[in-house]
Structure formats: structure tokens, C-alpha cells
């Protein structure tokens, strides 16, 4: 980005052809400057981004780098809040935009994003006749039993999304898989739930520290 590249031309490009018309680099100056409301030169973005500047570098600043493009060291932080948000959007498993093609890739996926909590998280995938996975929700944080789970919280948030299956994800902080009794009891009241609303509970997926268990590979749910 050379020093013709005034913010208002930016702006306009993003208003004109949207955000997704912007390169990293007009893209990281306009968040700077706009979003964050710094006031962050030219000079100073050049002077750690390059031409084939990559947003995904953010997460490997030094320090120096930091202090580089921000003169005031007060507001550093704004910028390491930044990049964090890009990492978790990084992270974001990839089965939230597309399709749940087995319930072994999906669990390999949900040990990589919960496999290592000491809070025990209850979520539901709510997906369409193809299993395209429409929206996702956390349901519960703490200790999971069957009493602090209603099925009508899961059903509704299915509803929402006029969802034809949905699929139940908690991990097991221990890291220990295997199913407890509040386990088999929620999944069964779901199921029940499901089989009266004609929306199929597909699967419930415990996630361990290092594996998972699946109800529909164990044909827990027959």
C-alpha cells in the first residue's frame, strides 16, 4: 500500500464493493483506524507490512513489532485484542460453514476445540436434511446433569432454524469419554423430544482430552 492510498479511497472501495474487495493490508488499516479509532499512518503500517502482507501474521508479532506500529504503548493492547479475534476465527471449526459428513470427522474436530476445557460445555448443531449445519449454540457451561439441561431450549434454538436433525456435542473435563448416567438419561429425553417434533437427534457426541464417544457409533441411540 503506498501513500496515495488515503483511508477515504479505502473507505470508499469497502462501502462501494464491499469489505471482502479489500486487501490484508487496507483491510488491517481500515479496522485500525475506523473500528479501533487510532490513528495509525501509512508510515507506520509500512513499516511491518509489506506488500504480501497476510492477516494471519498478526499472530506472530514480536513485541517489537507492536510497539512499532503503535507510538503509544497504552493502547498496544487494542491490537493484541485484534489478533486474538483472528486467531479464534481461525479456529473456528470448519464444520460450522459446511456439512457434517461423519460423526468421526466431526469428532475429531470437537477434541481439537473442546478436548482440553476444565469447564464442562453442552452445544447443539442444528443441520437440514442434507446435514449442512445451519447455526450452533451453546447450551450449557458447568457441571452438566440432567436437571440443568431443558429440551426446550435445544428444540427452540432448532426451531429457529426450521432444523430437520440436530446433533448434541459436551466434553468430559476428566477426559474420559464414557457416557454417565445424566449422559444416557438427557440423551434419551431428547431423543423422545425429537421423535414428537420430527426433528432427529442425529447424535451425541462426548468429546474426551484426547477421544470421543459417538452414541450413533455405539448404537446408543437405537
Given at each position: 500500500?503506498?501513500?496515495?492510498?488515503?483511508?477515504p479511497k479505502?473507505?470508499?472501495?469497502?462501502k462501494?464493493?464491499?469489505?471482502?474487495?479489500?486487501?490484508?493490508?487496507?483491510?488491517?488499516?481500515?479496522t485500525?483506524?475506523?473500528?479501533?479509532?487510532l490513528s495509525?499512518?501509512?508510515q507506520?503500517l509500512n513499516?511491518?507490512?509489506?506488500?504480501?502482507f497476510?492477516l494471519?501474521?498478526?499472530?506472530y508479532f514480536?513485541e517489537h513489532e507492536?510497539k512499532?506500529?503503535?507510538k503509544?504503548?497504552?493502547v498496544?493492547?487494542k491490537g493484541?485484542?485484534?489478533?486474538?479475534?483472528?486467531?479464534?476465527?481461525e479456529?473456528r471449526?470448519?464444520?460450522?460453514?459446511?456439512r457434517?459428513t461423519?460423526?468421526?470427522?466431526?469428532?475429531?474436530?470437537?477434541?481439537?476445540e473442546?478436548g482440553?476445557?476444565?469447564?464442562?460445555?453442552?452445544l447443539?448443531?442444528v443441520?437440514?436434511?442434507?446435514?449442512?449445519?445451519?447455526?450452533?449454540k451453546?447450551?450449557?457451561r458447568?457441571t452438566?446433569d440432567g436437571?440443568?439441561?431443558?429440551?426446550?431450549e435445544i428444540?427452540n434454538?432448532?426451531?429457529?432454524?426450521s432444523?430437520?436433525r440436530?446433533?448434541i456435542?459436551?466434553n468430559?473435563p476428566?477426559?474420559?469419554?464414557?457416557p454417565?448416567?445424566?449422559d444416557?438419561?438427557?440423551?434419551n429425553r431428547?431423543?423422545?423430544?425429537?421423535?414428537?417434533m420430527?426433528?432427529?437427534?442425529?447424535d451425541?457426541l462426548?468429546?474426551?482430552s484426547?477421544?470421543?464417544l459417538?452414541f450413533?457409533?455405539e448404537r446408543?441411540?437405537d
Open positions: 500500500m503506498n501513500e496515495t492510498t488515503s483511508l479505502i473507505l470508499h472501495k469497502a462501494t464493493f464491499s469489505p471482502a474487495a479489500l486487501t490484508d493490508q487496507e483491510l488491517l488499516y481500515l485500525l483506524n475506523k473500528i479501533l479509532n495509525i499512518s501509512l507506520q513499516e511491518i507490512c509489506d506488500q504480501e497476510d494471519r501474521q498478526l499472530k514480536s507492536w512499532l506500529l503503535f503509544d504503548q497504552t498496544t493492547w493484541k485484542v485484534l489478533c486474538e479475534l483472528a486467531s479464534r476465527i479456529k471449526p470448519k464444520f460450522t460453514l459446511g457434517v461423519s460423526s468421526q470427522c466431526l469428532g475429531q474436530q470437537l477434541i481439537e473442546l482440553m476445557l476444565q469447564q464442562e460445555v453442552l447443539v448443531l443441520l437440514d436434511t442434507k446435514n449442512q449445519v445451519l447455526g450452533r451453546v447450551i450449557f458447568g452438566l436437571a440443568t439441561v431443558h429440551p426446550r428444540f434454538f432448532a426451531l429457529r432454524y432444523a430437520a440436530l446433533i456435542v459436551h468430559h476428566s477426559g474420559d469419554p464414557t454417565s448416567t445424566n444416557l438419561n438427557l440423551t431428547l431423543k423422545k423430544c425429537g421423535d414428537l420430527g426433528i432427529q437427534l442425529l451425541h462426548i468429546v474426551g484426547l477421544t470421543y459417538s450413533q457409533e446408543l441411540l
